[in-house]
């Protein structure tokens, strides 16, 4: 752009500005930003769910330096040990799945995008679930000694973790935006 010095020439560039074609971007263009805008409104599940999944596995691993899982841990935890001889079983176990999960979902929570969040909105329970399952299952399958009744109790320790977990923190964020 040139340097106007009077009110002429002011006047004139606008003139030339108003008068002047529009230009349009190609229909390539168009159709990619069209792209662009859909795949970040609308996510694809599987990345949604794997992303949610990895923070959650990460987020599980941590929880068990602190508190170990049907016997899997890391360090030693005689406070929890103790607190395991004098707690009833059922109410132990529905305490540790959802320590498990409760901080993996809510990081969830923290880091999906709000477009992230409401592509999977509709279908976080059944997710929660299989979460939960899927973990316990991992538990069994790296040997650890979980009697059934327990299991049960700790899959809905796990489910309620993640549902208070995922849901305050969506909470929040709506309610701070």
């Not at 662009?36 to 923070?55: E, I, S």
């Not at 979980?146 to 309620?160: C, D, H, Q």
């Not at 973790?161 to 923190?169: D, E, K, R, V």
Request: hydrophobic share 50%; charged share 15%.
């Amino acid at each position: 752009m040139k340097k106007t010095t009077s009110e002429h020439e002011l006047r004139q560039e606008f003139v030339d500005f108003i008068e002047t074609k529009p230009v349009s971007p190609g229909k390539h263009v168009d159709q990619a930003i069209l792209a662009k805008v859909r795949n970040d409104l609308q996510p694809a599940l599987w990345r949604v769910y794997g992303k949610f999944t990895l923070v959650q596995a990460a987020a599980g691993f941590a929880t068990l330096a602190v508190c170990p899982q049907f016997g899997l841990g890391f360090g030693q935890h005689e406070f929890l040990h103790a607190l395991h001889s004098t707690t009833p079983s059922a109410i132990y176990y529905f305490l540790c799945g959802l320590f498990f999960v409760v901080l993996g979902a809510a990081l969830a929570g923290l880091i999906l995008s709000r477009e992230e969040i409401r592509a999977v909105y509709n279908s976080k329970y059944v997710y929660f679930f299989g979460y939960s399952v899927l973990a316990y299952l991992i538990f069994v399958a790296l040997g650890a000694e979980a009697f059934v009744v327990s299991s049960l109790v700790w899959i809905v320790g796990a489910l309620l973790g993640n549902i208070l977990g995922f849901g305050t923190i969506v909470r929040l964020r709506e309610a701070f935006g």
